[in-house]
Structure formats: C-alpha cells, structure tokens
C-alpha cells in the first residue's frame, strides 16, 4: 500500500512539475517577443520623431494574399472542394467561401509619413492594430444548400516596421506581435440538424480557443531591369495557445461520446512567400504570386492515449492572380486570383480532416 501510495505521489508531482514548466514555456515565448518589441522601440528612438498617428491605416506588416484567416475581404467562388464529415451527398462539390474583416488601425508613432509603407531606410513605424475577421463557407451540393461553419476572430496586434537596405536594394524590416487573439467556430444550424438526422456518432465540438502570435518579415524592392520591377516579401512565424485546447465538448451535443482533448501548445509554424511583378505592358494589373506554408495540428478527437500528442500536417495555400494598380494609393482596389489549398481542413470542428482539398476563383478587395 506505501509502495502504491508512493507511486501516486510521485505521479502527482511529476504532473505537477511538467505543469509548471508547460505553463512558464506557454509564457516565455510571447514574453520574449514583447521584450524584443520594447528594444526596438529603443532603437527607433534615435530616429527623428514625426508624431502620433490615431485610427489612420499604415501599410506595417499587411497581410499577404495567401494568408489563411487573414483580416481582410475575400470572396473565393466559383470553388471546388473535398466532402466534409457528416455531409449527406458525398464527392466533390461546389462551395463559396467569403471572407470579411479589416485590420483596424488604433495608435502608433514613426519617424516618417508612413501612410504609403515606403519607410526609407533608417525610418520607423510603430503600431496597434485590431484585427476582427468572419469566416464563412457554403455547400452549393445538399439539398438544402446549408452554410457548413462559420469562423469569428479577433486580436490585439503590435506591429513594427524599419526601412532597411537589404542586399544594396531599398526593402523593409517587419515584426508583429498577437498580444491576444480569440476564434470561435460554429456550424451551421442546417447542417447540424440534417447531420443529426442521418449520423448517429454526429458530434457538435465547441472550438474555442485563445491564442498568441509572433511573425518577422522581410520585404524587399530587388531592383529594376528593362523597365521591370521585381518585390518580394517573405515571412516566417508561429501561433501558439494561451488555454486550456483548441475545443471542449458537451455530451448533449456528442450523443453522450467523450472526446479526447486537445495537448498542442503550438498551432503552427508558418513560411510565406509574395512576389509581384510590375511592368509597363501591364497597364492596370500587375501579377502576383503568393505562398503560405505551415504544419498544422490535426485534431484527433479519438486518441487511444488521451495523452498523446496530436499531429502536424503541412497545410499549403497557393494564391496567383493580377494585382491592381489603378489609383496606387487609393483604397477599393479589387485583385483577382486562382487559389489552391491542401492540407488540414481549416473550418472549425473539421480540422481532424487531412489531406482536404479546394481550390477555384477569387476576388480580394482593399479597403
């Protein structure tokens, strides 16, 4: 009996003590990042001070094309996609996908009018922005036409920007930091309802989940030859969690099936990619070509070993299409673009779904 009490107090510690050490990792990370945004602003300092800016947009760190659950306008139709889990009519089908959010500028300070991003090198720019993002995608294939899952996100974002020389080219230094950002996923009613109906093991899962974000950028300007511009950016990051898991569940809503929770404390690693190509045969568009790559967790809501690990997936999002330029400064631009995604399903409850495909025709809007 000592022997087994022993054992079950050396269990306790032990978990205890991966607990803490779980928990001081979960804060040293964003911890870090907030200690590297304070140096910057040290270094910004020597730069001439221009002023406070409020609820004024500033191109720092704008999201690029092919980043997925960005804060900004898309409606992707016609698209063709993977069956989802619970659907009635299996195969492929046709979906819409629309996108809807802005990254909302709040306060911030620079060396420059940085209205237009073009921080030459040795200026700075300095900000909080509110990104607020909805999510949603359609299924044209079921009877009742039903809206699968819908996606809400919000966040509190810091972002830095430093004109730089890179490479004896004009280019930019970035840095953005996700102070705190919420998603909340639900499925559509008429889904759940015609699921429950034909589905017995249906289950609704509640994902919820907070979260932190660290990314660095390079963007850079690689010069001009016959009359031709060549930009690049490039990106590289990752999200973690500040709670408990991705989801939680109700036995009421799981037909009376536990579910075996999320251990990740890292949502992803992620490498992006956008390159634009301007030339004067294209008057009005320019093309582009943008890459967002990132290993994923793959829920596993069936692990034999709750305390297992789930996996990562590498998730890619290929966006190519023409970029406008009418009116270069102006807002209300539409670009237009071919998209393919692969990977981790990335709508809701869904994301146990490998392998998941769609892919189709785009428009983005710049407001």
Request: neutral net charge; aromatic residues 14%.
């Amino acid at each position: 009996m000592n022997i087994l009490n022993n054992k079950v107090t050396t269990t306790v510690k032990n978990y205890s003590l991966i607990t803490k050490i779980t928990k001081f990792n979960n804060l040293r990370i964003p911890g870090i990042g907030m200690v590297l945004f304070f140096i910057l602003i040290l270094i910004a300092r020597d730069a001439p001070a221009q002023g406070v800016w409020f609820l004024e947009n500033r191109a720092y760190f704008d999201p690029l094309k092919a980043e997925p659950r960005s804060a900004n306008i898309k409606l992707f139709f016609p698209a063709r996609s993977n069956a989802f889990q619970y659907m009635i009519k299996q195969g492929d089908r046709m979906v819409w996908e629309i996108q809807l959010g802005k990254e909302i500028p709040i306060i911030g300070w620079e060396s420059d009018d940085g209205k237009t991003g073009n921080l030459n090198t040795g200026e700075w720019g300095l900000g909080l922005w509110l990104p607020v993002s909805f999510h949603m995608i359609e299924d044209f294939k079921d009877d009742s036409k039903p809206i699968i899952n819908t996606d809400y996100r919000f966040m509190f974002t810091l972002k830095f920007q430093r004109g730089i020389n890179f490479y004896d080219n004009d280019g930019h230094f970035g840095m953005k930091c996700t102070i705190f950002g919420h998603e909340s996923t639900h499925l559509g009613d008429e889904f759940s309802l015609a699921a429950q109906t034909e589905f017995p093991q249906f289950r609704r899962i509640n994902v919820s989940w907070e979260f932190w974000e660290l990314a660095l950028s390079i963007e850079n300007h690689l010069g001009s030859v016959n009359k031709t511009q060549h930009f690049l950016k490039l990106r590289s990051g990752l999200t973690g969690i500040w709670s408990a898991g991705f989801y939680s569940f109700d036995l009421r809503e799981t037909n009376q099936q536990n579910v075996t929770l999320s251990k990740r404390r890292i949502e992803s690693f992620f490498l992006g990619m956008e390159y634009l190509y301007e030339n004067e045969i294209f008057d009005q568009y320019y093309p582009f070509c943008s890459i967002d790559l990132r290993p994923r967790v793959q829920y596993n809501y069936d692990k034999t070993d709750p305390e297992e690990n789930e996996d990562y997936k590498l998730s890619i999002n290929i966006i190519a299409g023409l970029k406008s330029v009418i009116g270069h400064n102006l807002k209300g631009k539409v670009d237009l673009y071919l998209r393919y995604y692969h990977g981790i399903n990335p709508h809701g409850q869904f994301r146990n779904q490998n392998n998941y495909t769609l892919y189709g025709f785009g428009l983005s809007l710049d407001i």
